[in-house]
C-alpha cells in the first residue's frame, strides 16, 4: 500500500510560487497516477492536476492552467506540483493521492495524503 505525505506549503504573498512535493512510501509509485487536490474553507475538494504514472499526460483545470505544472519522479518516490503566480483565490489544504488511471474527480484516487496548507495573501 502506498503511502503518501505532502509538504512544501506555507504562506505567500500574490504573484509568489510554492513547489508542493508528495513522498510517496514502497517501490509501486510509478504503478499509479498522480493528482492534486484541493480544499478550502466550506468548499468542496477540487481537482487541480493529475499525471500518468510516467509522466507523459498531465491534465489541469482550467484555472491553474498555465500556472501550475504537475511534474513527478519515480525514481525518488515523488510527485511535485509548481505553483506560479499565486492568487489568493488559491488558498487551501492541497492534498495528493494516487488512481489506477488519471482522473479529474476525486472518487477514483485511491490513497491520499494528509495535506499542506497554501495560504496566498493579497
Known amino acids: 500500500q502506498v503511502q503518501l505525505a505532502e509538504s512544501g506549503g506555507g504562506l505567500v504573498q500574490a504573484g509568489g510560487s510554492l513547489r508542493l512535493s508528495c513522498g510517496a512510501s514502497?517501490?509501486?509509485?510509478?504503478?499509479?497516477?498522480m493528482g492534486w487536490f484541493r480544499q478550502a474553507p466550506g468548499k468542496d475538494r477540487e481537482f487541480v492536476a493529475a499525471?500518468?504514472?510516467?509522466?507523459?499526460?498531465?491534465y489541469y483545470q482550467d484555472s491553474v492552467k498555465g500556472r501550475f505544472t504537475i511534474s513527478r519522479d519515480n525514481g525518488k518516490n515523488r510527485g511535485y506540483l509548481l505553483m506560479n503566480s499565486l492568487r489568493a483565490a488559491d488558498t487551501a489544504v492541497y492534498y495528493c493521492?494516487?488512481?489506477?488511471?488519471?482522473?479529474?474527480?476525486?472518487?477514483?484516487?485511491?490513497?491520499w495524503g494528509q495535506g499542506t496548507q497554501v495560504t496566498v495573501s493579497s
Open positions: 514502497g517501490r509501486t509509485f510509478r504503478d499509479y497516477a
Open positions: 493521492a494516487t488512481s489506477l488511471l488519471p482522473a479529474t474527480t476525486a472518487a477514483p484516487y485511491i490513497t
Open positions: 499525471i500518468n504514472w510516467n509522466g507523459t499526460s498531465t
